[in-house]
């Protein structure tokens, strides 16, 4: 039994690497689109995805999946994140924030409707059969990656040091609500992983509660800086 523990949680950090990284990286991801457009960078982040889903199919010793489902998926999932957030500028201007809440709506939507399907798929085909799954899924963003064609143009007249520097934005820091959103960010995110990983438990509704909690309290710090 305490064997069956030990292998349970090495298992549950590798998922939490494997989002640790993808945050971590996202303002990587940001630099690389300001100095190469979000369209190569999407296309190089579903690549790296779908190359780190499938490279888990050949893994047979669990320590390996900190590296093609911690890392290298972490990096991957963290460079299309970015480029479909920065990508959404170059085709919607008057109701760029109706785009933004809509994509955020069918991610939400998936995120229910993807474990649901991967738990199907895990009890019919086995752990090497679900990497395929999402493997097919990921390589289905490598073409709709192909499709982010930029519609602003990208000025090249600095260097790419000034280029780099500017991208980091570290004066933003220094404005008062900025700082605000940011930490009612990491506390809300707490909440909002809640049903993502704790789904099945039988104490769900209690869980659900705080991460109602949680919500409304990122919401309500949101409403007071703007």
């Known amino acids: ?130 990497f395929i799954f999402l493997g097919i899924i990921n390589l289905v963003s490598i073409f709709m990656t192909i499709t982010y064609i930029p519609q602003l143009l990208m000025t090249a007249t600095q260097s790419k040091k000034q280029r780099i520097k500017e991208s980091l934005g570290l004066e933003v820091f220094k404005k008062r609500n900025f700082v605000v959103w940011c930490v009612s960010s990491f506390i809300g995110i707490f909440g909002y992983l809640i049903p993502i990983v704790n789904f099945k438990i039988s104490n769900f509704t209690f869980l659900f509660d705080i991460f109602i909690l949680f919500i409304f309290f990122y919401i309500f710090l949101n409403f007071i800086i703007s």
Not at 63 to 81: N, P
Not at 100 to 115: H, S
């Open 1 to 130: 039994n305490r064997n069956k523990i030990y292998l349970r949680i090495f298992i549950a950090w590798i998922g939490s690497v494997s989002l640790g990284i993808q945050y971590i990286c996202c303002p990587l991801g940001s630099i690389l689109i300001d100095l190469m457009g979000p369209r190569k960078v999407g296309l190089a982040g579903g690549i790296l995805s779908t190359v780190s889903m499938f490279l888990c199919t050949l893994i047979y010793d669990i320590r390996l999946y900190f590296i093609t489902y911690g890392f290298m998926y972490g990096v991957g999932q963290a460079m299309l994140l970015a480029a479909t957030l920065a990508i959404l500028p170059h085709y919607f201007n008057k109701k760029l924030s109706l785009a933004n809440g809509l994509m955020n709506l069918f991610a939400a939507i998936l995120i229910v409707i993807l474990p649901i399907a991967t738990e199907k798929v895990i009890h019919s085909y086995s752990l090497r059969g679900t």
